[in-house]
């Protein structure tokens, strides 16, 4: 069973738009944390935001925020005021808890590709 | 701000080859990935590394590859015989501690071409 789903495989937006993209994830585990990346034309995996299972609030960091639903198992990731440069892959991923286990790998999800027009 | 580096950038080699993907992480960290990424497709976790030994590997990690650090700084993915189907990018991560909150920090990775 897919561990992380991201169900838009490409998602559009104008310049200084807001644009949500879609993650779900499922595990049995109570800790996790769940993260995204972005991966520019060029390759390599930037982290953006990370939101841990037991935090009660929403992750922000600048433009981006987690909108997290622990009920849905949802972990949507919110780009404000889009810019061209946010043109990218977008992963979502996800670790299951343990600490000092050795379990620290991260689940990623289909990636979404965003497309961020003038 | 303190980064993953990878090298080489791009690594073309013939098919029953020997590579060696190098990455030195961030100073301070203790923990250390692969990953890899078949063009097109999702980063797919290969080992992670601590404390000189394998924590855990998935079962892309066959015998073929072994990762080592050889010294304070460097750490290796050594693929023996590479096959067409190893073509892809690589990417090392490492990360500070352990636990849930444990960010993993990724290179601008390797892109490993088998012909």
């Avoid at chain 1, 198992?73 to 991923?93: E, H, P, R, T, W």
């Avoid at chain 2, 020997?18 to 250390?32: A, D, K, M, T």
């Avoid at chain 2, 990953?35 to 892309?60: A, D, M, P, T």
Wanted: with cysteine; proline share 4%.
């Amino acid at each position: 069973a897919q561990k992380i789903t991201q169900t838009q495989p490409g998602m559009f937006v104008q310049e200084k738009e807001a644009v949500t993209l879609d993650c779900t994830y499922d595990t049995s585990d109570p800790s996790y944390g769940l993260f995204w990346y972005k991966q520019p034309s060029s390759g390599e995996m930037i982290f953006l935001i990370y939101q841990g299972s037991y935090d009660q609030q929403n992750a922000t960091e600048g433009r981006y925020s987690l909108n997290f639903q622990k009920a849905r198992k949802s972990a949507n990731l919110v780009i404000s005021a889009s810019q061209l440069g946010d043109s990218a892959m977008y992963f979502c991923a996800m670790r299951e808890g343990g600490t000092n286990t050795g379990f620290q790998k991260l689940v990623f999800g289909t990636g979404t590709r965003l497309l961020v027009s003038p | 701000e303190p980064e993953v580096t990878q090298t080489p950038s791009h690594q073309v080699t013939q098919m029953g080859q020997e590579v060696i993907l190098r990455c030195v992480p961030i100073s301070n960290h203790l923990y250390f990935y692969w990953y890899r990424q078949i063009l097109g497709q999702k980063v797919e976790f290969l080992v992670s590394f601590y404390n000189n030994e394998i924590s855990e590997k998935s079962e892309i990690f066959d015998d073929q590859f072994s990762v080592e650090r050889p010294d304070g700084s460097n750490f290796t993915l050594k693929i023996r015989s590479t096959k067409l189907e190893d073509s892809a990018m690589y990417f090392c991560a490492s990360s500070p501690r352990t636990g849930v909150k444990n960010i993993q920090y990724f290179g601008a990775g390797t892109r490993l071409s088998v012909l």
